[in-house]
């Protein structure tokens, strides 16, 4: 079968769709990733068909990776000024993907891929959508945080029933963003239609929710077409999954190091998170991984101790499970392989689906959690500190290492997606 993925946003969106590619390549199928022109370079290697859908992204505009990390507006000015007003250029590649070399079997969709739902309508091919973290469901039994609003968390906990106002708060604030796309769907003589933010984004043929029942589990209010999966998990650039020598012997020349990072990202908009990560290195006396991207500023300007390593990439399944403590932005992938790791970690949100998955990993018992603002040597070292004194993390956090090690989210998306198809065929 020839089954075209879509979506848009980071390597964290990407990277999902790689593993689901290559194991769907390994059975016979063609897959395909419609997605911003920059990934390229990163997906044909694997031998997997690449198609580019506009709006395209630059990973090297800082001005737009920090409009869309605010965390107040930061949701709101990505889908507004970038992703809505360029809707009718992504159905138009989009369309033109699905219908090249014959058709495509199965169209599988992001919630970012906002193009994909109307592509589907009007062609009649199957559709299957997916999420990568429970936010996305925006459930009135399991409310998210909402990043421009966090005290809303806070009294939902006080206040029982609260939690169901969260949903219908946040479609009240947003109900006039998608008018590009009513829009759009009017001019190629469809109804309205549903809300394309809440709801129109699943499908009802299937919904693949690509993340670990530790994280969230099915609530009332979900679709019925949900199916859990765990984790799809690729971390590899471009197929490279090997760390640099230098990196490799600092890992190998003592004890666990504290590892830093800000995803694929955040990583563009660092701020003086390095800076600040280094001096907290130094005042517990810790060694200390820096996981910098390809942003020289990022560099600290600080004199470094020879306890500290500098290192632009590493996989993270290579890293991850040789550090003392992760500390990350929250990033749903990160996140992913922190947990996968089996290490505590002190996670710093940005936005969009960060503070949620900070939240829960905190539930877990498996992480601290500080806000951007706060994360200064002092107060981050001491969280760390208690990361590091504290047993009932590093236990817990090998307790449900074991529950994602027992899950195959690649295997069970893959199954479900040929399920899905066939059933259509």
């Given at each position: 079968m020839r089954i075209v993925f879509s979506t848009f946003g980071t390597f964290g969106d990407i990277n999902p769709l790689i593993a689901l590619s290559l194991e769907l390549k390994r059975r016979g199928h063609t897959p395909v990733i419609a997605a911003p022109g920059m990934f390229r370079e990163k997906i044909e290697p694997l031998g997997i068909d690449f198609a580019a859908v506009r709006p395209d992204q630059d990973p090297n505009d800082k001005r737009m990776v920090e409009m869309i990390w605010d965390i107040k507006k930061g949701t709101?000015?990505?889908?507004r000024e970038f992703l809505f007003p360029a809707i009718r250029d992504s159905y138009k590649d989009l369309l033109a993907t699905v219908e090249a070399h014959g058709g495509a079997d199965l169209l599988v969709t992001g919630e970012l891929?906002?193009?994909?739902?109307?592509?589907?309508?009007?062609?009649?091919?199957?559709?299957?959508?997916?999420?990568?973290?429970?936010?996305?469901?925006?459930?009135?039994?399991?409310?998210?945080?909402?990043?421009?609003?966090?005290?809303l968390?806070?009294?939902?906990?006080?206040?029982?029933?609260?939690?169901?106002?969260?949903?219908?708060?946040?479609?009240?604030?947003?109900?006039?963003?998608?008018?590009?796309?009513?829009?759009?769907?009017?001019d190629l003589g469809l109804p309205r239609g549903k809300d394309p933010i809440f709801d129109a984004k699943h499908s009802e043929l299937l919904v693949l929710a690509l993340f670990s029942r530790v994280l969230g589990d099915p609530q009332p209010d979900w679709p019925a077409s949900t199916r859990i999966t765990g984790f799809a998990f690729y971390d590899g650039d471009a197929g490279n999954v090997g760390l640099a020598p230098d990196l490799e012997e600092f890992l190998a020349s003592g004890p666990?190091?504290?590892?830093?990072?800000?995803?694929?990202?955040?990583?563009?908009?660092?701020?003086?998170?390095?800076?600040?990560?280094?001096?907290?290195?130094?005042?517990?006396?810790?060694?200390?991984v820096l996981l910098t991207g390809s942003d020289p500023q990022n560099r600290p300007k600080?004199?470094?101790?020879?306890?500290?390593?500098?290192?632009?990439?590493?996989?993270?399944?290579?890293?991850?499970?040789?550090?003392?403590?992760?500390?990350?932005?929250?990033?749903?992938?990160?996140?992913?392989?922190?947990?996968?790791?089996?290490?505590?970690?002190?996670?710093?949100p940005y936005s969009h689906d960060q503070p949620d998955n900070a939240r829960r990993v905190r539930h877990l018992g498996v992480a601290k959690v500080i806000q951007r603002k706060e994360y200064r040597?002092?107060?981050?070292?001491?969280?760390?500190?208690?990361?590091?004194?504290?047993?009932?993390?590093?236990?817990?956090?090998?307790?449900?290492?074991r529950v994602i090690a027992e899950e195959d989210g690649v295997r069970t998306a893959c199954d479900a997606l040929e399920r899905a198809a066939r059933t259509k065929l």
């Open positions: 709101e000015r990505g889908l891929a906002y193009a994909g739902p109307i592509v589907a309508e009007k062609t009649g091919i199957p559709w299957a959508s997916y999420v990568l973290a429970p936010l996305s469901f925006f459930s009135g039994y399991d409310p998210p945080v909402l990043p421009p609003y966090p005290t968390s806070k009294v939902q906990s006080l206040v029982p029933g609260v939690g169901h106002l969260v949903p219908r708060f946040a479609r009240l604030v947003t109900r006039h963003w998608p008018a590009p796309i009513y829009a759009l769907r009017k666990p190091p504290l590892v830093f990072t800000l995803g694929s990202a955040a990583v563009m908009a660092a701020g003086d998170f390095y800076e600040v990560s280094a001096a907290t290195a130094d005042l517990l006396g810790q060694r200390a600080r004199a470094l101790s020879k306890n500290i390593c500098i290192a632009r990439y590493a996989p993270y399944s290579r890293i991850f499970p040789r550090a003392s403590v992760i500390i990350h932005q929250g990033g749903v992938g990160t996140t992913a392989q922190g947990l996968k790791a089996g290490r505590p970690m002190l996670v710093m040597p002092e107060a981050a070292a001491q969280k760390i500190q208690k990361l590091l004194e504290d047993a009932a993390y590093t236990e817990r956090a090998a307790e449900v290492a």
